[in-house]
């Protein structure tokens, strides 16, 4: 457990690290610092897709292994597993979508 939290403490401290320089840039300037706000713009943009995706994946896998564990204890109750389980894999990869929409906002600005 405390390796985990250490591997999640290191990626936290790379983003803070990444996002200082974004959060920092003045407007304008030189068409290098205009090219360079653009590259951390597509890193900030696909941080953010890779983790959500990661994040959903794991959700989604976690739910499915649940959801085949309980109908096989329960094979009467898999109709309502079943749709518990695609409600809930909804609301996650409408997640995922959200993260897209975000980064697109990123790209745009």
Known sequence: ??????????V?????LVA????AAEGGGTPAAHHQKNMW????????IAIAAA????GDGRGMA???DAMGRNPGGAGPIRITLIIGMALIE???I???IIAFMILSA
């Open 41 to 48: 713009q597509f890193v900030g943009a696909s941080f953010a």
């Open 94 to 96: 409408s997640l995922v």
């Open 12 to 16: 936290l401290v790379a983003i803070v």
């Open 55 to 58: 994040g959903g994946a794991i």
């Open 1 to 10: 457990m405390s390796r985990r939290l250490a591997i999640v403490g290191l």
């Open 66 to 68: 649940a959801a085949c």
């Open 20 to 23: 200082g320089p974004v959060l």
């Open 98 to 100: 959200y993260a897209l």
